[in-house]
């Protein structure tokens, strides 16, 4: 079977780009949000419309101790650390 692709790999320059980004689904901003506090989703959220209002389809969401990386509408990695 065959390897899925690497979500941080540079486009193939052959590939066509999407014509608009891809919005966080409903279970990926679920995933992001559970077990935050009501402050911290608050935030989340208010980033995530920044975001797509200005058309990111890569970016960084950041919270007090830890960020996800999105890309595509999707979580490709995150953290937990002290600041």
């Given at each position: 079977p065959a390897s899925p692709p690497d979500p941080l790999a540079p486009r193939d320059p052959g590939t066509p780009a999407a014509s608009r980004p891809r919005a966080?689904?409903?279970?990926?901003?679920?995933?992001?949000?559970?077990?935050?506090?009501?402050?911290?989703?608050?935030?989340?959220?208010?980033?995530?419309?920044?975001?797509?209002?200005?058309?990111?389809?890569?970016f960084t969401l950041q919270y007090p101790g830890g960020y996800y990386l999105i890309r595509d509408g999707q979580v490709?990695?995150?953290g937990r650390g002290e600041e």
């Open positions: 966080l689904s409903p279970t990926v901003r679920s995933y992001i949000l559970d077990g935050h506090s009501k402050e911290i989703q608050a935030s989340l959220v208010e980033q995530i419309e920044q975001y797509e209002a200005a058309g990111a389809t890569s490709v990695g995150s």
